[in-house]
């Protein structure tokens, strides 16, 4: 069933070439001023999802809305409050960054003095003000992507999709244009497509991840992580621990424990658990018992990249 | 409609920005005046040669030059031009901008896709109408001031009517061909080849080419010749049968029109077709 209130929304979207399945039977559900973050490996099926849900190619089966907008219908009630940045944008050589800036803001309906003073905002805010008036054939890649950035927002869009908005950009322009989508959340849905993990969790609040054009997981950032996260511990000494492992294998909560040599010649032992809270408060009895020199005592931290590989393993 | 207005402007723009609306226009003035000047100087020989030898009979004969000997070829001229120039000129407006995504950017915003097709349509064929025009205009302007030659209008507009048919076919031949192929360089190549092709077929006698538009160009000799088909709507070509005797044979030319006119329409609507199932 269709839903008005969601931003993007799929309904078994499928999508086939010939013999060769793009994207199978995909379900997202994104929600009014959410940024999802969609993870997958080259050639998954991200930026032909993202294609789909712009209109700019029609599914083989299932539906794609844009708060309950069909993103293919010719009424384009959908175009009207989407934007688009491809993960190589192209511009009309001819203009300049803010000649096209102004053409696009005409395009969504806005009077041409409106458009301009718009373009000039999102030119300042992107970074591109000494290149106002070079032709857009002049600019760099990382410039291009910036350009593109702006001319997404210059329709005031309720769902933005950015197809890997950094590939180009240094780790200045990076964080500049991740704090724009950060920013963005306040009144827009973001769809990012990327397969750089640190910044789906430097800004996103919902993930999925997509392998071979299957929709693996679909949830919160957090619940993610609380799902699929280690539990155990991460202990540092000065001395050899050996004198405690065998005493750490023996309790019940433990489900395994190795030891290695750390860069700084501190002892490291790694402890995998089934509950937390009884192996925390037995181990540190453990430790102060054996007389050794605790450096660091840490719970194991699982991050969104270690998610992604197992699942991706998984499959 | 709005959004039509501004996919036309930027058409114009970038016609305008990229040299091609200039360079089509210098092309075709240039066209009707040195086309214009070669048949002038071609009749003065022919009108010095004639009268030396009519000096010889008594009383004398006088040459006069008729318009149809400055502008008939013209129209010729002008035919060969679009089949050469269209293809160069078109071949990359839709290919290159789908294979760029430039036409993407463009698509994902509220702009229908038949108005982004119709409205290269209107610029290309706007800038080849005006252009034809305006050669024969110059090429009229210029007969009249170097010769001293009456020119009947009526017949030079139907002329200028059928060119501009001529190359309302080609323009939508290269705009099909620039939508329905992948780059740039294969529409160009397929197009001059077509084109050049039916260029050929001129004054080719055989019922087979009947149909070809640039039989419109040969229409065109006959109105401004003066020859005048036994009915309406047809034109004529000598035919020298197997005794090389000249006889005259007439061809009903509304199958080159209305063919010209169906299937630019067709050819349009395809495009349409095709743009508005691409895969961006």
């Known amino acids: 069933m269709k839903n008005k209130d969601l931003a993007i929304q799929t309904i078994g979207l499928n999508k086939s070439f010939g013999t060769f399945t793009a994207l199978e039977d995909l379900n997202i559900e994104v929600e009014p001023n959410t940024v999802y973050g969609f993870l997958g490996p080259n050639g998954s099926g991200k930026t032909t999802a993202i294609r789909l849900l712009t209109g700019l190619s029609s599914p083989t089966k299932g539906i794609s809305c844009i708060f309950g907008y069909d ?3 010719r009424d384009m009630k959908a175009r009207r409050i989407i934007g688009y940045l491809p993960d190589v944008p192209s511009f009309f050589s001819f203009m300049n960054g803010l000649q096209y800036l102004t053409y696009c803001g005409e395009l969504f309906g806005i009077n041409h003095q ?12 992107t970074g591109l003000k000494e290149a106002t008036f070079r032709k857009t054939g002049k600019y760099s890649r990382g410039m291009k992507q910036r350009l593109g950035l702006a001319a997404t927002l210059v329709g ?11 590939s180009a950009l240094d780790p200045i322009g990076r964080a500049d244009v991740l704090d724009i989508i950060k920013d963005l959340r306040e009144h827009t849905a973001v769809f990012l497509s990327t397969h750089i993990l640190n910044d789906v969790e430097r800004v996103c609040d919902k993930v999925g991840i997509i392998d071979h054009g299957n929709l ?23 001395e050899d621990p050996s004198v405690i492992l ?11 424990v190795s030891c290695s040599v750390c860069e700084d010649n501190k002892y490291k032992l790694t402890v995998n658990v089934l509950d937390n809270a009884k192996a925390g408060k037995e181990l540190l009895q453990i430790i102060t018992q054996s007389d050794l020199s605790l450096v660091s005592f840490n719970t194991l931290e699982i991050s ?7 699942l991706a393993r998984v499959r | 409609m709005k959004n039509f207005a501004l996919l036309i402007k930027k058409e114009l723009w970038e016609n305008w920005v990229n040299w091609k609306t200039i360079i089509v226009f210098v092309f075709f003035m240039a066209l009707g005046v040195i086309g214009t000047y070669s048949r002038y100087q071609n009749a003065l020989q022919m009108k010095a040669s004639f009268q030396s030898s009519s000096s010889l009979i008594t009383g004398g004969l006088e040459y006069n030059i008729a318009a149809g000997d400055l502008i008939s070829p013209l129209f010729l001229f002008v035919g060969v031009a679009v089949t050469i120039i269209a293809p160069l000129m078109l071949m990359s407006t839709v290919a290159h901008e789908v294979q760029s995504g430039q036409a993407a950017s463009i698509l994902v915003k509220p702009v229908r896709r038949t108005a982004y097709i119709l409205s290269k349509f209107i610029v290309y064929l706007s800038i080849f109408w005006l252009a034809i025009i305006s050669s024969v205009l110059i090429s009229i302007i210029y007969a009249n001031s170097v ?11 139907r002329c200028i009517g059928l060119s501009l048919i001529f190359a309302l076919f080609c323009i939508s031949f290269m705009l099909f061909l620039s939508s329905i192929t992948r780059n740039q360089l294969i529409a160009g190549g397929i197009g001059i080849i077509l084109l050049f092709f039916m260029s050929s077929t001129l004054y080719s006698p055989e019922v087979i080419f009947t149909w070809m538009p640039s039989k419109l160009l040969e229409w065109c000799q006959n109105i401004i010749n003066n020859y005048t088909p036994p009915w309406d709507w047809a034109y004529h070509y000598p035919d020298l049968g197997m005794d090389s005797v000249e006889t005259e044979k007439y061809t009903p030319a509304w199958i080159a029109f209305g063919f010209s006119i169906i299937s630019s329409v067709i050819l ?3 495009s349409v077709m095709f743009i508005k199932r691409k895969e961006l």
């Open chain 1, 71 to 73: 993103s293919f219908a």
């Open chain 1, 114 to 125: 409106s458009a301009q003073k718009k373009a000039h905002e999102l030119i300042e805010r």
């Open chain 1, 216 to 238: 693996i997981v679909s949830q919160n950032v957090k619940d993610l992580k609380k799902e699929y996260a280690k539990k155990g511990f991460e202990i540092k000494f000065t």
């Open chain 1, 246 to 256: 065998h005493i750490i294998r023996m309790q019940k909560w433990c489900e395994g």
């Open chain 2, 147 to 157: 010769a001293d030659v009456t020119i009947d209008m009526g017949q030079t507009w």
């Open chain 2, 268 to 270: 349009l609507v395809i």
């Open chain 1, 156 to 166: 005031n869009p309720k769902v933005i999709f950015l197809d890997e908005p950094v």
């Open chain 1, 304 to 310: 969104l990249e270690d998610v992604f590989m197992r």
